[in-house]
């Protein structure tokens, strides 16, 4: 008996042990839905199997019936980047993916979702051979019931097809190359699966969302709930902590008309600077029995624009913004791991910015988890580029898109600007450009009322809360680009006089930001002829520092700048402008570069009246 007890212990230690070293062995194993976090779910990221189909003849084929492919993929990272174990990186027009999946036989009883935190673009879902969705979106998170296609106890055959038409003009890529090759400002491409997929279990009367909106002027926080099913008799507790103290809490019916207003005492704000942040729990309560149970947090802060000046918690706020497109060398669009993701604030932070402009891409919602942990405004971006912005079916994809986005990603107190699109120049100023543009500003405000919308950056503007422009000119030559002249528009990135441009909007008073200048090259001699920066070449580290502070002295002499962003935070690949080397470690003295950029204070003390062209 004894040694049959022994033999058992140590099967059982041997599983336990196998389990760790298997979560270890995760790619990515962190909850990837950090403020809506349940304890019940399965990180589906690891080894499948995959097959790529440049014909699009898998369906004739039957691959959705495959119980496996050839070749082995590494998930979250995409088949070009080098955590995938693959590394393609040619064009890939169509991909299957696919694994097995066991259902936690407790989740009986519950509905049953698959998660994908991005999949670029077209993604269909098979189970055991059967369709069961589809989801469009080179960024946006989705996710999937199952319960009524899946067993509990039971292991299920998943298959992921992915189609990718990059140079059609109809889908999003950002900064993805529509080229073989990597040139100019854009870079390695992003295809299928690239970021978590996993697995949860919900009572079928469970939260489904939430929008939290913090008042700091009335000292609260209010919420509206959104439930799978409502039931009035079951009731939503809401509690709110400082640290282990509980400084507010609510019961309300668990329906959707619920709004729930947690009054605060003594309130403290989020900031850069004070980046504070409370813990908050939702419990959907039936019959005295908590069902469902969802760790979140909010930040009390408060964006407004007024008089020509960005508000946070209403004081006059400078921001120091640097572009962050999000590219990593061994993961593209996947941030390598959680810590790198932390990492590059911290980074961004050492030399002096408080946010960033996150460019050209979706970022995951881990990021803004950081940013609002660490203190780091952003504003959040969609993956315009290569989208033909004249075409009907272009627009009508970018607004499914943007606004599973902004749903998805409202709550984030980092967030302070919504930013549709990137250097429209080539938008005609009639036909659909226009009418998206009002759309998505009319839809963005009615999702979220809260922050402002910075329709176009770098100009195209049709209807915007902040008025964007760039320029890459040195020292004096963009000093005399920013000063306003009564009667005049002031710079601006087209010529509103063109016959093409006439219909776009004139400046009227918004906060007007150079969102992106410098760029400056530092570039080793042995890559000049592959790699680029702005402007001429710079030799030496003195010179690079002294053409930089005359650049931040030239934005901190025009008194109708209210903010900056520097390109960029790293080199990506050819574009080697960056604060850092690609890889993330230093080119420059940090301590040097704060100066510069913090010689512009954050909070503007004594706001003077902005005279308007």
């Avoid at 991005?118 to 269909?124: C, E, H, M, N």
């Avoid at 947090?297 to 964006?303: D, L, N, V």
């Avoid at 993701?341 to 980074?347: A, F, V």
């Amino acid at each position: 008996m004894r040694k049959l007890k022994s033999t058992v212990m140590a099967i059982i230690a041997l599983m336990v042990l196998g389990s760790v070293e298997s979560n270890a062995q995760t790619p990515r194993p962190e909850y990837p839905r950090p403020q809506f976090e349940r304890a019940d779910w399965v990180n589906l990221n690891g080894t499948w199997t995959y097959a790529f189909d440049f014909g699009r003849t898998g369906a004739e084929r039957k691959w959705n019936e495959q119980k496996s492919f050839d070749n082995k993929i590494t998930v979250p990272f995409c088949p070009e980047s080098k955590l995938s174990g693959v590394e393609y990186t040619d064009f890939i027009n169509s991909i299957w993916y696919q694994r097995n999946i066991n259902i936690p036989a407790g989740w009986d009883g519950k509905k049953i979702f698959l998660n994908f935190g991005a999949v670029d673009y077209d993604a269909t879902i098979y189970i055991d051979g059967k369709y069961v969705a589809n989801h469009k979106g080179a960024g946006s998170s989705f996710s999937i019931d199952l319960t009524n296609k899946v067993k509990p106890g039971s292991s299920h055959n998943l298959i992921v097809r992915v189609n990718d038409d990059l140079r059609g003009g109809l889908q999003p890529g950002g900064k993805q190359s529509t080229g073989y090759y990597s040139a100019g400002c854009s870079y390695t491409r992003t295809t299928g699966i690239w970021q978590t997929v996993w697995m949860e279990a919900v009572a079928k009367e469970g939260l489904k969302s939430v929008f939290a909106v913090p008042d700091i002027d009335q000292k609260q926080l209010v919420i509206q709930p959104q439930f799978y099913t409502e039931k009035n008799a079951n009731s939503l507790v809401v509690t709110v902590y400082d640290g282990k103290k509980v400084v507010a809490t609510k019961t309300v019916p668990a329906t959707n008309n619920s709004v729930v207003v947690l009054p605060f005492k003594n309130l403290k704000l989020w900031t850069p600077e004070t980046p504070n942040l409370y813990d908050v729990t939702y419990k959907v309560v039936s019959a005295g029995k908590t069902i469902d149970e969802v760790k979140s947090y909010a930040g009390m802060r408060k964006i407004h624009c007024e008089g020509g000046y960005f508000y946070l918690n209403n004081k006059p706020y400078y921001q120091r913004l640097v572009l962050d497109q999000g590219f990593y060398p061994d993961g593209v669009w996947t941030a390598p791991s959680d810590e790198a993701l932390k990492r590059d604030i911290e980074m961004s932070k050492e030399v002096g910015f408080n946010g960033a402009r996150l460019h050209q891409k979706n970022f995951e919602e881990r990021y803004f988890y950081w940013a609002d942990k660490l203190g780091y405004i952003t504003w959040a971006e969609f993956a315009s580029w290569d989208l033909n912005v004249n075409n009907e079916l272009a627009a009508r994809n970018t607004i499914s898109e943007w606004t599973e986005l902004v749903e998805r990603d409202r709550n984030h107190p980092s967030i302070v600007t919504w930013t549709p699109f990137n250097e429209t120049w080539g938008a005609a100023d009639t036909g659909a450009y226009p009418r998206m543009m009002i759309d998505l500003y009319n839809i963005t405000k009615a999702m979220d009322p809260t922050r402002p919308i910075n329709d176009a950056s770098g100009d195209c503007h049709v209807l915007t809360d902040i008025w964007t422009v760039h320029n890459y000119k040195r020292g004096q030559d963009l000093q005399n680009d920013l000063v306003f002249k009564a009667g005049e528009e002031p710079y601006r990135n087209i010529n509103i006089n063109d016959r093409r441009h006439q219909n776009f909007a004139r400046y009227d008073g918004q906060p007007y930001m150079v969102d992106e200048f410098g760029g400056l090259g530092w570039i080793k001699p042995e890559e000049r002829s592959s790699s680029w920066g702005y402007g001429a070449q710079i030799e030496t580290l003195e010179e690079f520092y002294q053409i930089l502070k005359d650049e931040v002295e030239a934005l901190k002499a025009s008194k109708h700048v209210v903010g900056f962003c520097y390109t960029q935070i790293t080199d990506v690949e050819q574009e080697k402008n960056g604060i850092y080397y690609y890889d993330r470690t230093p080119k420059f003295d940090s301590k040097r570069l704060k100066e510069i950029f913090e010689s512009i204070p954050s909070v503007i003390e004594n706001p003077v009246d902005l005279i308007q062209p």
